[in-house]
């Protein structure tokens, strides 16, 4: 496609609930990240995917984050049992070669309540 | 470890420059960003530069580097009220098997 693509662009949901994220990023693009960012916060990093590599997680905030990439294209972000403090825009970005930056999606916005 | 610091508001006048100020800590750092966020969007990359670089021009965007300091800028010429948004700085480390480290992010306000 032409850019990254993510969705659903806003998400209510209600505590405790599962939810699905999901992102479509450049073809060609081998990398793939997640951020979450919060008011205030900045980004935060979630998840990595290069390649056929195993994925780097060291920034999932808990178990209840799970994230898979098939096919080395479309990936989802799952967060189980949602919780208050996990409301925030969960931003998806894909990159060919790291020196050149990150495209980034315009972000899905998750309201739990 | 990994850190970038940003001061959080910048408030300029239409026309004048904007300069916005980013600090990092690590000296490994091979790539720093500058990203840009409007509102409801993702980030935009605007620029970036080389380590081994001090400075670096593209149009009304000027990038400065002080590697001694771990100090980098970003001025805007001519400011306009289309550059209103938040403007992140990342950095990247040496072997790019790492993702960017990003600030916090500055709000640009443009006044008419």
């Known amino acids: 496609g032409a850019g990254v693509s993510q969705s659903p662009s806003n998400k209510v949901t209600e505590k405790g609930k599962d939810v699905e994220l999901r992102c479509d990023p450049i073809?060609?693009?081998?990398?793939l990240y997640w951020y979450r960012q919060s008011l205030g916060q900045g980004l935060e990093f979630l998840i990595y995917?290069?390649?056929?590599?195993?994925?780097?997680k060291s920034g999932l905030p808990s178990d209840r984050f799970s994230a898979e990439r098939t096919g080395g294209s479309v990936s989802t972000l799952t967060i189980q049992r949602t919780q208050q403090e996990d409301s925030a825009v969960y931003l998806c970005?894909?990159?060919?070669?790291?020196?050149?930056?990150?495209?980034f999606g315009s972000g899905t916005r998750l309201t739990v309540v | 470890g990994e850190d970038v610091e940003q001061s959080l508001f910048l408030s300029v006048r239409e026309g004048d420059s904007s300069v916005i100020n980013c600090t990092y800590t690590?000296?490994?750092?091979?790539?720093l960003y500058w990203y840009k966020q409007e509102p409801g969007a993702g980030l935009q990359l605007l620029t970036y530069?080389?380590?081994?670089?001090d400075m670096k021009q593209d149009q009304r965007l000027t990038v400065l580097l002080n590697k001694k300091d771990k100090h980098l800028s970003l001025r805007i010429a001519d400011t306009q009220t289309g550059d209103s948004a938040i403007y992140f700085c990342?950095?990247?480390?040496?072997?790019?098997?790492?993702?960017?480290?990003f600030g916090k992010g500055t709000r640009l306000s443009v006044i008419a």
């Open positions: 970005a894909s990159s060919e070669d790291w020196t050149d930056g990150y495209t």
């Open positions: 073809s060609g693009h081998t990398a």
């Open positions: 530069i080389f380590s081994n670089m």
């Open positions: 690590d000296s490994s750092s091979t790539y």
């Open positions: 990342a950095e990247s480390m040496n072997s790019g098997n790492t993702p960017l480290v």
């Open positions: 995917f290069q390649g056929n590599s195993a994925p780097d």
